[in-house]
């Protein structure tokens, strides 16, 4: 087969690269001397150019070089033929551990090493996991500029072996300036740290949150190399915020290298100034919110048992204006509507911070977005403030109110104010959303009053990432509320600009930016089949031990389907659908003189041992499990539907036909 001119001298180009690449001519050198030396030296006689071959294949270099040379062609025989492309180009190899990173050669990034944990003295006397052995584990989660990172789950121990590295991108925002190579001096006024969070993940699949850190990366812009390693100490959370939880050995790399360094004055003094002008700002606003508050117990003195909330502590133990928790946040294409973000953010599990002692007391820990989609569950303030967020996103007016629900209860939840005047309370924790139609005291008796549906009892304060409100009506019970935000009268707004001084943008805020959301990495499918053979061995089992046994109905368990569709439809939507093909389908499948029984059940976890334990405490559950009779047949159908950041809505129906014997 000929080539033509401009072919063959591109494949002697490919060729001569890959040779370069793997130093086959340093290694021929070596062949050669090696041969010359043990072969020819006695007899001095000549080297011929098939015992060089002949040598160079027996140590398999020839066969290195063409296992490295691998040609594909592009497209099909037609794309040849009618398309000048090149025929043929070359598939670089690489090791099957790597994965193959698109770098940009015209940007600059932060290249981010974890080389190993220590002192995690927690976990000091945890024993060496067995091969094959479930184990508690650890993994890092990291934010940096719009980019998410996560490591690769390691055992908890002691000196965690963490071995990651993470190529992070550094550019510009200016508009026009982001496809130029940043330079040191660019680089040093981009004051977003690296958030790093270290979770730990249980041998049941439960979260906690370990550790949350502000990695402050540009001591790498001194460097001489290039280079710098630094070893970070990890503080706890919450009450424990002040306590080591154990030390990561970072290193930092900029690719590529830096033409100028910077030197280490410059940095220590860019650092000053930032921090001078953080405080300072964070000052003047303390002094605002002091003033405020004063004036706000001077309309009524009652007002100092309102829950108004100004500050809140982050998990970290730092205390952060309320609003800066609060951004618009667009989910991309992974969310399509607000019910479907009210949806999403419920089915992120629900947990109160822990408190050490007893006396009923609630530690308040409004974690960063980062360690709460990280660690996948958090308090009602978390879900409040990301519900409200993803809801700003969406072009709405919302706002989250602070109050108490039944019993006095602190309680934080989301409202939205229509153009049209319609008050709409969304509750984070279970995608519920109630219509407020004020009750007004001053009518008749004989008028009759709207009944509240909703849980809400008070209400002190309510915010967004722009705007501040005090309840000062004279009842603070949210059924009498007037949400006239603009009436202040009503409400006592904070002054906007002190509110924009310390509250992105235009702020260099002490909270990190918002992280964006990721998609879901569970196969919605897959983990439906696994519960579902899960549930049935369990099923199985505990009917084994009560005597009985059992047989599945594979058709009716499919017919189960639809409603668990219809449920979450429901739940996602506020529509039901379908329900007449379900019941139609059951009569269909459950014979004359039999009784069929089904119990749903709805969770946020995959856990099926958990999840039987707790329908078995069920009555109605427990009587289709523990079903007796004449031609008992049992289902299960398990469906679970994915939704971002790996959170999952898990339905599960149980249901039994048998032979009506009465």
Known sequence: MSLPAEKASELKQIIHQQLVKMDVHGRIREVLAETIREELAPEHQQLSTEDLIKALRQRGIIDDVMKELKFVTDGNEKERTSAPKPSTHFVDREPPVLKKTNIDPTRRYLYLQVLGGKAFLEHLQEPEPLPGQICSTFTLCLHFRNQRFRSKPVACACDPDFHDGFLLEVHKDSLGDGSKMVDATTMLSICDPVHMVLIKTDTFGETTLVA??????????????????????????????????????????????????????????????????????ERLFLVYAKQWWREYLQIRPTHNTRLVKIFAQDENGVNHPVCSYIRPLRAGRLLDAPRQAARF????????????????????????????????????????????????????????????????????????????????????????????????????????????????????????????????????????????????????????????????PGS???????????????????????????????????????????????????????????????????ISAGNE??????????????????????????????????????????????????????????????????????????????????
């Open 508 to 574: 260099t805020s002490s909270v990190p930016p918002f992280p964006p959301l990721c998609d879901s990495t569970i196969d919605a499918a897959v983990a439906s089949n696994e519960i579902e053979l899960q549930l049935r061995l369990l099923v199985s089992e505990h009917r084994k031990d009560l005597g009985l046994s059992t047989v599945w109905d594979d058709h009716l368990s499919y017919l189960l389907s639809p409603a668990l569709a219809a449920y979450e439809l429901e739940r996602a939507t506020s």
């Open 345 to 504: 953010v419920s089915v992120l599990g629900y947990e109160r911070a822990p408190v050490i002692g007893g006396g009923g007391g609630k530690q308040e820990q409004w974690c960063t977005l980062l360690a709460f989609l990280c660690r996948n569950k958090g308090d009602c303030e978390d879900h409040a403030n990301l519900l409200c967020s993803l809801l700003l996103g969406f072009g709405l007016e919302a706002f989250v109110c602070v109050g108490t629900k039944g019993k006095g209860v602190p309680h934080t939840w989301v409202m939205t104010l229509g153009t049209d005047g319609t008050v709409t309370f969304w509750e984070s924790l279970t995608g519920h959303r109630y219509i407020h139609r004020p009750v007004k005291p001053d009518d008749p008796p004989l008028v009759e009053q709207p009944k509240p549906l909703y849980p809400y009892r008070t209400i002190g304060c309510v915010f967004n990432h722009q705007k501040f409100f005090g309840n000062c009506q004279p009842s603070d019970a949210v059924e009498v509320c007037v949400f006239d935000l603009h009436d202040e009268s009503r409400w006592k707004p904070m002054s906007g600009e002190a509110i924009k001084s310390v509250c992105p």
């Open 212 to 281: 949350s850190y502000f990695l402050e990366w540009r001591s790498v812009l001194a460097a001489e190399n290039g280079i710098t390693n630094v070893a970070v100490e990890l503080l706890g959370v919450g009450t424990e915020s002040k306590v080591s939880a154990g030390v990561l050995n970072i290193r930092l790399e900029m690719y590529p290298q830096l033409d100028k360094t910077l030197s280490p004055e410059v940095i220590n003094t860019q650092f000053a100034l930032e921090r001078q002008k953080t405080a300072e700002k």
């Open 581 to 662: 093909e379900f019941q139609d389908a059951v009569r269909r499948a459950v014979p004359d003189g039999h009784t069929f029984k089904g119990f749903p059940i709805h969770f946020v976890y995959r856990n099926a041992r958990r999840a039987f334990a707790t329908c078995l405490r069920s009555p109605f559950c427990e009587e289709i499990i523990c079903c007796r009779g004449d031609q008992v047949r049992l289902a299960v159908r398990v469906r679970v539907f994915a939704y971002p950041e790996s959170a999952c809505a898990v339905w599960i129906m149980f249901a039994c036909k048998y032979r009506s014997v009465l």
